[in-house]
T-cell receptor
Framework: AQRVTQPEKLLSVFKGAPVELKCNYS??????LFWYVQYSRQRLQLLLR??SRESIKGFTADLNKGETSFHLKKPFAQEEDSAMYYC???????????FGSGTKLNVKP | GAVVSQHPSWVICKSGTSVKIECRSL??????MFWYRQFPKQSLMLMAT?????????EQGVEKDKFLINHASLTLSTLTVTSAHPEDSSFYIC???????????FGDGTRLSIL
């Protein structure tokens, strides 16, 4: 069965510190992985997806099939990065998305 | 970019009434729409997948007769919470998809409060 695990409910870092939000998945096929962000009182927004291999707002994420991980990283956190971050998996060929439980990132001044 | 509009954004009603929530894709045709429920400080829980012109597919544990979904056109899906009770109070979010395995586009959500 498909599963997305985000082990940290809350991650607090100081401004300028590196940040890594962990995401592990289990899926027998070829998944597509996404990171969504939800700022306070706003809708979920796509942050990035693994197939595009791009950096958005300084964030990057690499799909590691050996470790079945898709961790989100940023070298220098900013206060405006404070938000809820959700890792999501789309099973190839299907329409469903499976979301992790989310990690709240709190960047302190 | 693709915009999904959800209406109303907040509704308060008495126990026993039915509430309809609309989800519209404004600038694209959505082959599939999804309905999620989000409890405070928790993740999104997929309730059902809705394809235009066909019956919705409900996730395990979601009552079909309680949460009626209609996807009458490629730009509109509705969720009706029938005979709502306080335990149905939650944040309901829809998303829309124009192609399989593409990112979903989310609405702003509807906060439903049942008194």
């Amino acid at each position: 069965a498909q599963r997305v695990t985000q082990p940290e409910k809350l991650l607090s870092v100081f401004k300028g510190a590196p940040v890594e939000l962990k995401c592990n998945y289990s899926y027998s096929g070829s998944p597509e992985l996404f990171w969504y962000v939800q700022y306070s009182r706003q809708r979920l927004q796509l942050l990035l997806r693994h197939i595009s291999r791009e950096s958005i707002k300084g964030f990057t994420a690499d799909l590691n099939k050996g470790e079945t991980s898709f961790h989100l990283k940023k070298p220098f956190a900013q206060e405006e990065d404070s938000a809820m971050y959700y890792c999501a998996l789309s099973a190839s060929g299907f329409n469903k998305f499976y979301f992790g439980s989310g990690t709240k990132l709190n960047v302190k001044p | 970019g693709a915009v999904v509009s959800q209406h109303p954004s907040w509704v308060i009603c008495k126990s026993g009434t039915s509430v309809k929530i609309e989800c519209r894709s404004l600038d694209f045709q959505a082959t599939t729409m999804f309905w999620y429920r989000q409890f405070p400080k928790q993740s999104l829980m997929l309730m059902a997948t809705s394809n235009e012109g066909s019956k919705a597919t409900y996730e395990q544990g979601v009552e079909k007769d309680k949460f009626l979904i209609n996807h009458a056109s490629l730009t509109l899906s509705t969720l009706t919470v029938t005979s709502a009770h306080p335990e149905d109070s939650s944040f309901y979010i829809c998303s829309a998809l124009d192609r399989p395995s593409e990112p979903q586009h989310f609405g702003d959500g509807t906060r439903l409060s049942i008194l």
